[in-house]
Nanobody
């Protein structure tokens, strides 16, 4: 059984930092593409970042490039999203995803996802 469990979301002031975690069980993250998506109230779900260790690369949405970093700890089988210089527009529920389609930017390209963790950025 594959499970992805996100954590780390909380209320933070604009300009602050947070690190989200995604603990994975049932699959070894180093063999898959791992992604982060987010969805704000009343908005479409959007791609944030993805990483694939075999490809040795990561991709980011333009809106977070330079501020967010996706990484992982293979020993802990956990993926992270380090977020800095947070803006109010970063407020959303953040979801971790696992898939087999390279550095995909579409939700449908991923096979598994977690329940999400809420990030709220106040002004």
């Amino acid at each position: 059984q594959v499970q992805l469990v996100e954590s780390g979301g909380e209320l933070v002031q604009a300009g602050g930092s947070l690190r989200l975690s995604c603990a994975v069980s049932g699959r070894t993250i180093s063999s898959y593409s791992m992604g982060w998506f987010r969805q704000a109230p009343g908005k479409e779900r959007e791609f944030v970042a993805a990483i694939h260790w075999s490809l040795g690369s990561a991709v980011y949405a333009d809106s977070v490039k330079g501020r967010f970093t996706i990484s992982g700890d293979n020993a802990k089988n956990t993926v992270y999203l380090q977020m800095k210089s947070l803006k109010t527009e970063d407020t959303a529920n953040y979801y971790c995803t696992l898939g087999t389609h390279g550095l995909a930017r579409q939700w449908g390209e991923y096979d598994y996802w977690g329940q999400g963790t809420q990030v709220t950025v106040s002004s």
